[in-house]
């Protein structure tokens, strides 16, 4: 009997631990989710520099995404999502600098002078190997700018821009769309930024350019000269726009939290209402 008491005393002592063991995992399961807000918390983000919040973006920086190539003033689309963001995140309007970053270096690999960039960035299975990107906090699609008086000028589909002299901007989703949906027959004329291409309308040097929709809007009415919109179309690549950081960046997630709060409470729409132009009427060309 002896024995059979101390076989009993074991098994009662295995329950009691095998108890105090699930006990234990219930607390830790909670204190993993405290933990998991905590992180968001200012004061526990990792960060480029501490004690601020470091934005990249281009420069310069256009309109409606900035005004007056200045980032920092909270004008404009962009500055202004990045501002709200920030908010998100516990920093005050003085806490944030800005830095360059050109657009076609901020989605390769390696280590970031940022914390994250915000510029127009489409999310693409390429670049989301190299860097993280957030959840989108802006769709558009591709906008094509031809001559008034051009045999452009009243297109109706892509096909009829197959002969046309295009110009676009490295490293976008703007020269991967128009090589796989317009395919032309003449060499795109790649150039370095948005003031070369616009540049190259101007002097005759191409007869159509394509960049995303929002920024083709701000194009026609100022820069670009003579100029219309002849349509829109969706680019193969992604129109998604999303915020990029450092692959694997411990701040994605709260990031993502962020947008989601702006999106949830109406904030991001009313940006997207107040700075960037509305895509209906413009036609689409298939």
């Not at 074991?10 to 234990?24: I, R």
């Not at 990107?133 to 892509?158: E, H, M, W």
């Not at 997207?272 to 509305?278: C, D, F, I, L």
Request: charged share 20%.
């Amino acid at each position: 009997m002896a024995s059979i008491r101390s076989v009993l005393a074991v098994l009662a002592a295995c329950a009691a631990a095998l108890s105090l063991a699930a006990c234990g995992s219930t607390t830790k399961k909670g204190g993993s989710q405290s933990a998991s807000a905590k992180a968001c918390s200012k004061g526990s983000l990792s960060l480029y520099k501490q004690g601020e919040l470091t934005i990249a973006t281009d420069a310069p920086a256009y309109s409606p995404y900035f005004v007056k190539d200045e980032p920092a003033n909270g004008e404009g689309f962009e500055s202004a999502v990045a501002y709200a963001v920030a908010e998100q995140l516990g920093f005050e309007h003085s806490e944030v600098k800005w830095v360059v970053e050109p657009f076609d270096s901020s989605y390769a690999p390696g280590p970031k002078s940022f914390d994250f960039d915000i510029n127009e960035i489409s999310i693409t299975p390429p670049r989301e190997k190299e860097v993280d990107f957030s959840t989108p906090y802006y769709t558009d699609p591709q906008g094509v700018i031809v001559a008034n008086g051009s045999r452009y000028a009243n297109v109706k589909s892509l096909a009829e821009l197959k002969n046309a002299k295009i110009g676009v901007q490295i490293g976008t989703t703007s020269l991967e769309a128009t090589e796989k949906l317009i395919d032309p027959s003449n060499q795109v004329q790649v150039f370095n930024d948005s003031d070369d291409v616009v540049s190259a309308f101007n002097n005759h040097s191409v007869e159509a350019i394509v960049v995303d929709l929002a920024t083709a809007f701000e194009l026609v009415e100022g820069e670009a000269k003579h100029a219309k919109l002849a349509g829109q179309f969706a680019a193969p690549g992604g129109d998604n726009w999303g915020l990029l950081l450092a692959k694997h960046s411990s701040l994605t997630p709260c990031v993502n939290k962020a947008i989601e709060a702006l999106k949830s409470d109406g904030a991001l729409a009313k940006l997207n209402t107040r700075w960037m132009a509305s895509s209906t009427g413009v036609p689409k060309l298939d």
